[in-house]
């Protein structure tokens, strides 16, 4: 018995250690390609190149992104064993902000996933203090009301900032140029350095038209846009519940 025992555990290690050095069967270089750093909204083209070490021919039937921004892919239909790979792909980081890290997956004609990783960051240019919002229970036309600051990333200069056409339909906004301190605990005052805007945000009755009635969480996303900065894409979050 001990005889078996000491057996499986050699062979339950040895299949840990061949997992360790197993090697992917397409192989990216660099492993993580390196976005750097990009300006929200921006539109980046990006080509990652590789290597086959399969050990035999790899057939691709699709390419795609987890999550979203890729577009326009261009990939072989066929991967000769120990060939090159090259995929190229555009990525659009509207709605983006801080580190990120997408994942391009390569699908085999047999259904076999091949995967690439990316890390980067996106600069937003407008900094929000809040970025969301708790409406509570809340029935379609009641009124509510949030304020909160706004500055620009490299707090140089005051922004420029108004609601979306979209979501000018269910709120609307009220701005008072102000000068914010933010402390150590990331607390903000008036008073300080930072030339900002104190964004009133309200509403007089959100729609629930769209959403099913048997839905109880409500979530709104709320955009804005500046002409300082036409291509970032600013944004706040309103949650609660339906009554």
Not at 13 to 38: H, K, N, Q, R, W
Not at 174 to 196: H, L, M, Q, R, S
């Amino acid at each position: 018995m001990e005889k078996k025992l000491i057996t499986r555990a050699s062979i339950f290690a040895s299949a840990l250690a061949s997992a360790a050095f197993a090697v992917d069967p397409i192989i990216f270089t660099p492993a993580v390609y390196p976005m750097g750093e990009v300006n929200q909204g921006d539109v980046k083209h990006f080509v990652l190149k590789g290597a086959n070490v399969s050990g035999k021919a790899i057939s691709l039937e699709t390419v795609m992104c987890q999550g979203t921004g890729c577009s326009n892919f261009k990939y072989p239909a066929s991967i000769a064993n120990k060939g090159p790979v090259v995929i190229e792909f555009d990525m659009d980081f509207s709605g983006m902000e801080g580190p990120v890290s997408p994942t391009v997956v390569l699908v085999g004609t047999d259904g076999t996933p091949y995967t690439a990783a990316l890390e980067g960051s996106v600069k937003a240019p407008i900094f929000f203090g809040e970025k969301m919002f708790d409406a509570g229970y809340y029935a379609a036309g009641e009124s509510r009301e949030w304020s909160f600051y706004v500055w620009e990333t490299d707090k140089k200069a005051r922004p420029d900032l108004a609601l979306s056409d979209e979501s000018a339909k269910d709120f609307s906004i009220k701005t008072k140029n102000v000068k914010v301190k933010v402390d150590e605990n990331g607390k903000i005052t008036e008073g300080g350095k930072i030339p900002a805007l104190k964004v009133t945000l309200s509403t007089k009755g959100m729609s629930r038209e769209g959403w099913e009635l048997k839905q109880k969480s409500l979530r709104k996303i709320v955009t804005f846009k500046s002409q300082k900065f036409p291509k970032a894409t600013p944004e706040v979050l309103v949650i609660g519940y339906w009554k």
